[in-house]
């Protein structure tokens, strides 16, 4: 199913894409053309929520000088709920329980859209990248941590609280202690924290950037440590096909940022973790350029949804 990036014309979208460390302000159309854009360390007190509102209005006032907007739509790092409340987010306390949709509202008077960053990074696979080919379809990002979005007969699924797609809190084996509490997760096992871990443990003092690429240079340390993340996260990737039975998963993130090796490796992995289960998954790096775009993907698939 194709969405109709041209329900509104001559529209724009005042987006957001708030993060633990950096906030991005843009402003663009539905079609995802990005007419301006700025990006600030994030402003965040515990006990202020004012101080990130007071961010935003002057991030607005910079990034629209030039520009009108008649939607405001948000990405932000936790689970959000249908009615716009966040009902977790680790990495900016102190939001749990808020009405971050009423809280936009009430700031912008316009008509507001929010969503957590993993699922909209989904949504603009689906609205403008290769999730237009697939009506079920997976998404991965794999950074610091790993997350997810998930579309089922090309609508996403959020489950009933906003949790779904926590891909990363799924317990694959034998780990470390995980953010969440438990022990084992994916997000411990094959995430970019988890490399730049298992490098220290292996005595190397190296970013997980720096792990590729001494994989990529033939060291064989490092290509113990990639193969074991890169098995770590087969396993992870096939339990999902298990449940989900989709068309494609398609993987982003720091980690497959121009790493088709890394992809192979997972590919050439997979039919031996599915079994007697065996398919045709197709497994695609995500399209470039894609994440700063997610606030007009979502504002674009809403609009088309009836919100």
């Avoid at 990036?5 to 529209?11: D, L």
């Avoid at 009423?102 to 699922?119: H, I, M, P, Q, T």
């Avoid at 996403?156 to 891909?167: D, K, M, Q, T, V």
């Amino acid at each position: 199913m194709y969405y109709d990036i041209n329900i509104v014309e001559n529209e724009s979208v005042l987006g957001f894409e708030v993060g633990a460390s950096k906030t991005i302000a843009l402003v663009g159309d539905l079609s995802g053309n990005v007419f301006s854009k700025i990006i600030a360390d994030t402003r965040n007190e515990k006990d202020d929520k004012e101080v990130l509102f007071r961010q935003l209005k002057e991030l607005q006032k910079k990034v629209s000088k030039k520009y009108d907007f008649n939607y405001v739509s948000m990405t932000f790092p936790g689970a959000i709920n249908r009615k716009g409340i966040v009902a977790y987010t680790p990495n900016l306390p102190g939001w749990k329980g808020y009405n971050l949709m009423k809280g936009l509202k009430e700031r912008f008077d316009s008509e507001v859209f929010v969503e957590n960053d993993a699922n909209a990074q989904a949504v603009a696979e689906k609205i403008y990248g290769y999730g237009r080919k697939y009506s079920n379809f997976i998404y991965l990002t794999v950074g610091t941590g790993i997350g997810g979005g998930i579309f089922i007969d090309d609508k996403l699924y959020s489950g009933h609280n906003g949790w779904a797609g926590e891909f990363g809190h799924m317990v694959i084996g034998e780990g470390p202690k995980c953010g969440c509490g438990r022990y084992g997760c994916l997000e411990t096992l094959a995430s970019g924290s988890a490399i730049k871990r298992m490098a220290f443990e292996a005595g190397k003092n190296m970013s997980g950037k720096e792990v590729f690429e001494a994989w990529f240079d033939g060291d064989k340390a490092a290509k113990a440590i990639v193969e074991k993340a890169a098995s770590s996260f087969t396993i992870g990737i096939a339990n999902i096909v298990n449940i989900f039975d989709p068309e494609a998963i398609i993987i982003g993130g720091g980690i497959t940022k121009n790493n088709e090796r890394y992809l192979g490796y997972i590919r050439k992995k997979l039919p031996k973790e599915l079994g007697n289960y065996r398919r045709r998954i197709k497994i695609i790096r995500a399209s470039e350029n894609l994440i700063e775009k997610a606030p007009l993907a979502l504002a674009a698939y809403r609009l088309n949804i009836g919100n």
